[in-house]
C-alpha cells in the first residue's frame, strides 16, 4: 500500500554532513510515526531517530545533537539531517513508515548507503 523511496546516501568525510530523504506514496492517510534506521555489517538494525504525526521526536544516544529529523505530513516526507558524522555511522540507513490504523503494519525502503571515512 505505501512505498518507500530514500536518497542522500554517499560518501563524507570525518565531520561532515548529509541529508536523507524519504517520500512516501500510496495509502499514505494509513501513517502514523516515521522514522531512520540503521544497519552496519555485522551488526543488527538499530532505530536512529523517529517522528510522530505531532512532531514529537525520539534520537538514539549515540546521534543526539548531531542528528535532526523532520517531516511534511502534507507530502509524507521525512528527512534526516546528519552533522558531524563519524566513522561509526557508516551503516545502511532505512526509511521507516507505520500505519496508524488497524491493520497494523510497517513499510520499510530500501536502504542507501552512508560512508563516513577519509
Known amino acids: 500500500q505505501v512505498q518507500l523511496v530514500e536518497s542522500g546516501g554517499g560518501l563524507v568525510q570525518p565531520g561532515g554532513s548529509l541529508r536523507l530523504s524519504c517520500v512516501a506514496s500510496?495509502?499514505?492517510?494509513?501513517?502514523?510515526?516515521m522514522g531512520w534506521y540503521r544497519q552496519a555489517p555485522g551488526k543488527e538494525r538499530e532505530l536512529v531517530a523517529t517522528?510522530?504525526?505531532?512532531?514529537?521526536?525520539n534520537y538514539a544516544d549515540s546521534v543526539k545533537g548531531r542528528f535532526t529529523i523532520s517531516r511534511d505530513n502534507a507530502k509524507k516526507t521525512v528527512d534526516l539531517q546528519m552533522n558531524s558524522l563519524k566513522p561509526e555511522d557508516t551503516a545502511v540507513y532505512y526509511c521507516?513508515?507505520?500505519?496508524?490504523?488497524?491493520?497494523?503494519?510497517?513499510?520499510w525502503g530500501q536502504g542507501t548507503q552512508v560512508t563516513v571515512s577519509s
Open positions: 517522528v510522530t504525526n505531532g512532531g514529537s521526536t
Open positions: 521507516n513508515a507505520n500505519r496508524r490504523v488497524p491493520p497494523m503494519y510497517s513499510y
Open positions: 500510496g495509502s499514505i492517510f494509513t501513517l502514523g510515526a
